[in-house]
């Protein structure tokens, strides 16, 4: 009798340990090689921003992230960053946080957020992008220029 119920915990444990493997394995095999897709996309993403124009923050970020604001929003925005100056180099890009969504019936989508050294004429600032990957395609969710000079 007690050995039954030992075997039987055992199968159900190991039950248990295969689910969460494959768990694994499926969400490894949905998600995206972050180096080779998103940042390619930073790189030619952040000079095009710092054109300091409302129009490529709208053609670069997905309509959830551009739409969180109001036109005179994003008008008002990109003035006060463009206080930085003119664009001079990227830097690394650093990750800070990443994760695959991948529900059922439909494609999986890759969620990540870097942080981007970007030197402009005034000095170094930084960029928090919050960026998606959805088939093939790469979106801005969210941005934040991060510097000194912004506070003023």
Known sequence: MVKKFFKYLGFGILSVVIFFIGIGVVASINTVDKEAVFEPFIVKAIPKLATW???P???LMSEQGYTSATSEQ??????????????????KAELQNWKTLSPVGS???TYAVYQVPVTFDTGLAHIQLGLQSSDGKVEI???KFLS???MQ
């Open 53 to 55: 124009e409302v129009t």
């Open 57 to 59: 923050f709208k053609e």
């Open 74 to 91: 994003w008008e008002l925005y990109v003035k006060k960053v463009a206080k930085l100056g003119v664009f001079q180099s990227v830097g």
């Open 107 to 109: 494609s999986s989508v």
């Open 141 to 143: 969710n969210s941005i």
């Open 148 to 150: 000194d000079l912004l």
